[in-house]
T-cell receptor
Framework: GQNIDQPTEMTATEGAIVQINCTYQTSGFNGLFWYQQHAGEAPTFLSYNVLDGLEEKGRFSSFLSRSKGYSYLLLKELQMKDSASYLCAVSPIGGYNKLIFGAGTRLAVHP | GAGVSQSPRYKVAKRGQDVALRCDPISGHVSLFWYQQALGQGPEFLTYFQNEAQLDKSGLPSDRFFAERPEGSVSTLKIQRTQQEDSAVYLC????????????????FGSGTQLSVL
């Protein structure tokens, strides 16, 4: 099975950089996703890593190390609108694109 | 519409009542998923459709939960004899992929139906 761990809450200052970590124990997966979810809204796709390394997309970057069972999401130049939950999810091998989610990290950005 | 649409947005049910939650996926999307999200938790998989075929229902918590997608587009999640522990947000998601074992295709989520069972 899959066990995905993320910190429950984080706080950061507007304009700063924050790193949200995700560790997992899984027998294998196709890739790892990060989603953003504002309170009361739909989760929206941020990034997808299938190979080890860093994927950069504007202010957001995501890193994966399969050997260490570890991923992180890096948010730069934080804005107030980045206050949201960030969900780490894996796509298990051997099927369709079913996602297994962690509990999410609630990020609060303050002035 | 351009996105995944779910209705109703909010549903209050008395314990023991039956409810039906509707999902309109993005037009042309082959894959459709239902997830349950408890307060402060991540979404948990309930069931998966590829077109009209329900290929995985391993996440449905009990036989009170039933889902269908008869024409391969709109889907309905039905919960019979609701219990307080059924209170959660029910999310629907769709994607274009019909390939197996590939992964990587992002899911597009609806805003969910918030179910409260009193």
């Amino acid at each position: 099975g899959q066990n995905i761990d993320q910190p429950t809450e984080m706080t950061a200052t507007e304009g700063a950089i924050v790193q949200i970590n995700c560790t997992y124990q899984t027998s294998g997966f196709n890739g790892l996703f990060w989603y953003q979810q504002h309170a009361g809204e739909a989760p929206t796709f941020l990034s997808y890593n299938v190979l080890d390394g860093l994927e950069e997309k504007g202010r957001f970057s995501s890193f994966l190390s399969r050997s260490k069972g570890y991923s992180y999401l890096l948010l730069k130049e934080l804005q107030m609108k980045d206050s949201a939950s960030y969900l780490c999810a894996v796509s298990p091998i051997g099927g369709y694109n079913k996602l297994i989610f962690g509990a999410g990290t609630r990020l609060a950005v303050h002035p | 519409g351009a996105g995944v649409s779910q209705s109703p947005r909010y549903k209050v049910a008395k314990r023991g009542q039956d409810v039906a939650l509707r999902c309109d996926p993005i037009s042309g999307h082959v894959s459709l998923f239902w997830y349950q999200q408890a307060l402060g938790q991540g979404p948990e998989f309930l069931t998966y459709f590829q077109n009209e075929a329900q290929l995985d229902k391993s996440g449905l918590p009990s036989d009170r939960f039933f889902a269908e997608r008869p024409e391969g587009s709109v889907s309905t999640l039905k919960i019979q004899r609701t219990q307080q522990e059924d209170s959660a947000v029910y999310l629907c998601a769709s994607s274009t992929s019909e390939r197996t074992g590939q992964g990587g295709e992002k899911l597009f989520f609806g805003s969910g139906t918030q179910l409260s069972v009193l």
